[in-house]
């Protein structure tokens, strides 16, 4: 559980980061791209952070480890599609936020519903891929896993996102 929190603190770490951009406006060129490659970085570390995590907890024989780490670099490939699209809209969300119309609003609205399903449906996809590679318990517990530590993210994330004006 201790590992969680770190993984909330680095969290934290990339959405005050994020937050920052509604706060204050780019005053330069310069200046945006600084702030997306801390994104990235940050992102990165939450991956690794999040790898260790999963690692720590599944408690692998090394025949079974040599099965199912290339399922998950794979699975994690295609969450990080889906986790990019989230970011490009919170940066569209960030761009519009003080003067936002309804149809901004309708559309950012439809954009996340639409990737909610997309996460849904990703993991739903994937459940047979790991089954084939763990057994029923060990899946069990690598979406456990997945799906907890991706919520303490999506709520601090949530908690530093201000709310539509």
Request: proline content about 3%; charged content about 25%; aromatic content about 8%.
């Amino acid at each position: 559980m201790k590992k969680l929190v770190i993984a909330l603190v680095m969290g934290t770490s990339l959405l005050l980061i994020q937050s920052t951009a509604f706060a204050q406006k780019s005053e330069t060129p310069a200046a945006e791209p600084s702030l997306e490659q801390d994104i990235q970085l940050l992102r990165s570390d939450i991956r690794s952070t999040k790898k260790q995590l999963i690692a720590e907890n599944m408690k692998l024989t090394d025949a079974q480890a040599e099965k199912f780490w290339p399922v998950y670099d794979a699975y994690t490939q295609e969450t990080t599609k889906l986790g990019d699209a989230r970011y490009a809209l919170v940066k569209e969300y960030a761009q519009s936020y003080v003067n936002m119309t309804d149809a901004e609003a309708d559309s950012l609205v439809e954009k996340m519903a639409t990737l909610d399903v997309q996460t849904a449906t990703l993991r739903q996809e994937w459940v047979p891929k790991f089954r084939k590679v763990l057994t029923g318990k060990q899946a069990a517990l690598f979406f456990q896993l997945d799906k907890r530590i991706n919520l303490l993210l999506d709520l601090q994330f949530a908690a530093n996102i201000p709310v539509v004006k």
